[in-house]
């Protein structure tokens, strides 16, 4: 016999959690199928085990989609305030680190358990160890894991991007959507470290563990966080941001020494030559990546033309990455189900009446700093009113 329920939601991880306690709240019967032995598995690694939950600036323009415009309006109708009066409702002890990113004292077990909380006050029902088989639609929705077969004539797919995939991502919210004939945004790792082509990693990845504030851009896009030369590539917040944007063969600038003038010490010293350069650059850059720099990049004279150049190499090192880590070391995806096929205030189909996307599974990806978690507190919240 199917059990029966009004909603059913897949996959209980960020979106999934918040949006069954919120229909739960309105009265619905609610049932969470999640395929690991425990929710909010991602929430509970993320931020290095403390959990960025959102940042206090999140607006728009730290998301990226295909439709610039699609999550405006789930993101001003449930704002990074509305998640901190709940953090704060369950006594939650919290802190800014940097940029508004907003993470747990403790750890991020306290969310996952106030999420869980909320979804026990409000009846939900979690079944855990439950991968789905197959999902139909009939007179209502159709689910059949393993072990039973469920029914509800509201389905929500949370089941998340395709990003580490030991923690148990899969591509069921992708496979689900083209079976309800929705088109998908094509999908790729992003917030994830760089592989250089083998030449660039003979020259500098030895020097691994070495960080830089820098400004790295890919097109017009830009951030300015720092840097970390890695065994194989580069990593660090500027490379992950700027990772989300970057396309296979293309280029990246790096601007090693943002706003600061690397050569008017070499300029204004009494004899120029490499001693005087490798004390102006150590004076802003670390002292192996100042020498091994000055060792690929040694002037031809020492004349104000070849320092002008000097500057401007620093200022705009061109490199072009081999790839990306992957989807094994991304931290998201880009991509996804096309936000044409979807309501923008309720995230609901608008081809396939009762059946919502939410979180991640959307082609609506942020930026590092939080703006992931409330992309997915926003979109369930929207998804819950419309339940
Ligand atoms: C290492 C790491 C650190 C991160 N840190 C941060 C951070 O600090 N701040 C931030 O904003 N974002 C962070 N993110 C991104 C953030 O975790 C995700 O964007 C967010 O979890 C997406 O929420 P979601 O509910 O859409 O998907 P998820 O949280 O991934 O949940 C999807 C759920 O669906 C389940 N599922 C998948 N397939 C199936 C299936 N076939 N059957 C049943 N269940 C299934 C999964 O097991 C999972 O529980 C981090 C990501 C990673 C990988």
Avoid at 59 to 70: L, M, R, W
Avoid at 182 to 194: H, N, S, V, Y
Wanted: net charge positive; charged share 25%.
């Amino acid at each position: 016999m199917p059990q029966k329920f009004d909603v059913l939601i897949l996959g209980a991880g960020a979106a999934g959690l918040m949006c069954s306690a919120e229909a739960g709240k309105r009265g619905r019967r609610v049932a969470i199928l999640e395929r690991a032995e425990r929710p909010g598995k991602k929430i509970l690694i993320s931020g290095g085990g403390r959990c960025n939950f959102t940042n206090i600036y999140s607006q728009p323009d730290n998301f990226i989609s295909a439709n610039e415009h699609f999550a405006k309006s789930a993101l001003a109708r449930y704002t990074p305030s509305d998640f901190v009066a709940l953090v704060e409702k369950h006594h939650i002890p919290y802190h800014e680190k940097i940029l508004g990113q907003l993470f747990c004292d403790r750890s991020a077990s306290d969310i996952t358990g106030m999420l869980e909380s909320e979804c026990r006050l409000a009846g939900v029902r979690i079944f855990l160890n439950s991968g789905i088989r197959e999902t139909l639609r009939a007179s209502e929705f159709v689910v059949r894991t393993e072990h039973a077969e469920f029914q509800a004539p509201a389905l929500v797919v949370a089941t998340g991007g395709l990003s580490i995939p030991k923690m148990g991502a899969t591509s069921l919210g992708y496979d689900l959507a083209r079976q309800f004939g929705l088109k998908i945004q094509q999908t790729k790792p992003a917030l994830t470290p760089l592989a250089l082509e083998s030449g660039d990693r003979a020259r500098y990845c030895d020097l691994a563990g070495v960080s830089a504030e820098v400004v790295v851009s890919a097109g017009s896009h830009s951030f300015r966080e720092n840097m970390l030369i890695t065994h194989r590539g580069l990593s660090g917040p500027a490379i992950l941001q700027i990772s989300s944007y970057w396309e296979k063969g293309n280029s990246i600038r790096i601007d090693l020494a943002p706003d600061r003038d690397l050569t008017r010490p070499i300029r204004d010293a009494r004899v120029r030559n490499m001693a005087a350069a490798r004390t102006a650059f150590q004076r802003l850059l670390s002292k192996r990546f100042a020498t091994r720099w000055l060792d690929l990049h040694a002037p031809s004279d020492w004349s104000n033309q070849a320092l002008a150049e000097l500057e401007r190499q620093a200022h705009e090192w061109t490199i072009t990455p081999a790839g990306t880590e992957g989807y094994e070391k991304a931290e998201v995806t880009v991509g996804g189900v096309d936000t044409d096929e979807l309501s923008s205030k309720t995230m609901e189909s608008r081809k396939v009446p009762g059946l919502f996307f939410i979180g991640e599974v959307i082609d609506v990806t942020g930026h590092l700093g939080g703006h992931n978690f409330q992309w997915a507190w926003a979109s369930a919240h929207a998804a819950a009113k419309a339940l």
